[in-house]
């Protein structure tokens, strides 16, 4: 069945330095892909999403590049600080008219050491 | 910043005991999720819900589930008669769907535990 996961289930950098989440996705007709934090204890919290007209989406130290060609996204963290340390999730929506039901991939827990 | 907001946070109750999860989604938004995530899996789809009705569920959504929006602002998940195998974090979430976006936001969760 399609999917969307990620390759890593953990990343420890350090803090200052840029981390990289990446994720693959199988289904092709894919057009809408979104990455959450999740913090232990707490609900999913949205980064950053991007379509797939684009190649490249910026945000607050945060940037998504998508590449179709190989189905395959990644999450990009400047200057990585302790408060992003988290699981990282890229999700799927899949839509339908009255709605769309998000497929999470497994996560990666990003570990910023001091 | 408009939030989605959970009530309770925890609840722990007895086995086959009815438990009902309430959620405020954002003010404007038209779409209404429910997800849960047992410890240490991945988030799970549940059921989603417009137009004051139910437009997809899973596999995992049986008949011991329900789902309503008795006013204006609230979204309830009720569980009939609890399993242990329910014990999860709930989430609800929501989104509005205007101009293509199609990000859902989040609330904090409802921790469930079934003894």
């Known amino acids: 069945g399609e999917s969307v996961g990620l390759h890593l289930p953990t990343l420890s950098v350090q803090e200052g330095d840029n981390s990289i989440i990446n994720c693959a996705y199988s289904?092709?007709?894919?057009?809408?892909f979104i990455w959450y934090k999740q913090e232990s204890g707490k609900g999913p919290q949205f980064i950053i999403d991007?379509?797939?007209?684009?190649d490249k989406r910026q945000g607050q130290r945060v940037t998504v590049l998508l590449n179709k060609t190989v189905k395959h996204l990644s999450l990009q963290i400047a200057a990585t600080q302790p408060g992003d340390s988290a699981v990282y999730f890229c999700?799927?929506?899949?839509?339908?008219?009255?709605?769309?039901?998000?497929?999470f991939g497994e996560g990666t827990q990003l570990t910023v050491n001091p | 910043e408009p939030e989605v907001t959970q009530t309770p946070s925890h609840q722990v109750t007895q086995m086959g005991q009815e438990v009902i999860l309430r959620c405020v989604p954002i003010?404007?938004?038209?779409?209404f999720y429910w997800y849960r995530q047992i410890l240490g899996q991945k988030v799970e789809f549940l059921v989603s819900?417009?137009?004051?009705?139910?437009?997809?569920k899973s596999e995992i959504f049986d008949d011991q589930f329900s789902v309503e929006r008795p006013d204006g602002s609230n979204f309830t998940l009720k569980i009939r008669s609890t399993k242990l195998e329910d014990s999860a974090m709930y989430f609800c979430?929501?989104?509005?769907?205007?101009?293509?976006?199609?990000?859902?936001?989040f609330g904090p969760g409802t921790r469930l535990l079934v003894l």
């Open positions: 999700a799927e929506p899949r839509w339908r008219t009255s709605g769309s039901r998000l497929t």
């Open positions: 289904n092709s007709a894919s057009d809408y």
């Open positions: 991007i379509r797939s007209n684009m």
């Open positions: 003010s404007n938004h038209l779409y």
């Open positions: 819900f417009y137009n004051n009705e139910i437009s997809e």
């Open positions: 979430a929501s989104n509005l769907m205007s101009g293509g976006s199609k990000t859902q936001y």
